[in-house]
């Protein structure tokens, strides 16, 4: 199964060693599908996480012997560059082509990871594209980016608003009450356990 995205960690190294959000699986690899789970922290207790989920379901996480924790910083569309890899979250816009929800900014060492266009859960409809900016232009509302993944080439719009992150340093002191998740997760008949928990901090919280 191909990554979406790979590692969100303290360092570079540990960067690649994690893979945080993933594409979906094939039909005949479903139990290894993994689940995302969004919402802010009740509680966190030695290997579990209590989470209130965005449906507003509070739900017990279980922390995978291998698990770790990593943030996301603020970013401005200014940041996005040619050359630069991103992933991008998006939706098919009424008038046509696609409108970004979020822009995810790849450290260098991670350019290539997840390399392509899948679909996404953040809304329905919506995609995670992973592909080098080929170029930015900016517009009346916000930029549109044109990116390029496998041969292809795609245009997606950025309006003015859009959440714009990079990669942070986190740790589990910062699993605090309140914090924002972003959780990737295989599902267990115990419930979610989670390897990967991308926390939000000073005042920025993952878009993803």
Known sequence: MKNVFSALALGLTSILSVTVLSTPASAEDKKAAPIHVRGSIVDY???TLKV?????ETIDVALADDWKVAGVADAKVTDIKPGDFVGIASMPKADGGDGALEVLIFPPAMKGTGEGSYGWDLKPESSMTNATVADAVKGVDGRTVTVTYHGKEKKIAIPDGTPVVTIAGATKDDLVPGAVVFITAEKAA????????VVGKNGVVPPM
């Open 45 to 47: 207790q030695g290997s």
């Open 190 to 197: 115990t419930g979610p356990i989670a390897h990967q928990v």
């Open 52 to 56: 209130k989920t965005r449906e507003g």
